[in-house]
């Protein structure tokens, strides 16, 4: 597995960063159209947000990042401002946190971080691909929900709240 301490001794999220920069603003690519550039380096961003390590293979089927306490996290990353993220009701159980991470104006933020049957529970199931829909809006809105919450996982290190 690639660590948070190797993705940073590596300077990789850095590199991934000006490669999309030089996409954008050189080869004036739209961010949205660098979906996979963009989710690579969502990967990395949750990686070391959490200090975990990357999954074993690119594209494991339902996760992305193994948190340092063992939670598998699924990572979604968007250039978009609105719309949604898919979620796979197929590999939905193979995850149990999810992060939605957003990239704006050369940065990432963190939309969501928290349970994945959470955000499963407020997206709509799109029937004809198999996916949940979780809606950008909603995400944030389940995020700051969190936050005026107290959190009972505060003490259980990485495990976001429910």
Do not use: W
């Amino acid at each position: 597995m690639i660590t948070s301490e190797k993705i940073r001794e590596l300077r990789l999220l850095d590199r991934y960063l000006e490669l999309l920069r030089l996409e954008v603003d050189e080869l004036g690519v739209k961010p949205t159209e660098l979906r996979h550039l963009i989710g690579r380096i969502g990967e990395f961003y949750c990686a070391l947000t959490v200090d975990g390590s990357l999954a074993i293979q690119t594209n494991q089927p339902g996760f992305d990042v193994l948190s340092p306490a063992g939670r598998r996290i699924s990572v979604k990353t968007t250039a978009q401002s609105s719309g949604f993220v898919a979620i796979s009701k197929s590999t939905e159980g193979e995850a149990d946190d999810l992060m939605v991470v957003r990239y704006k104006d050369g940065a990432l933020s963190t939309i969501y971080y928290g349970p994945i049957n959470v955000a499963t529970a407020n997206a709509r199931f799109y029937q004809p691909s198999g996916n949940y829909e979780l809606d950008l809006t909603k995400a944030e809105k389940l995020a700051q929900a969190q936050f005026e919450q107290p959190s009972a996982s505060s003490s259980r290190g990485d495990e976001p709240a429910a």
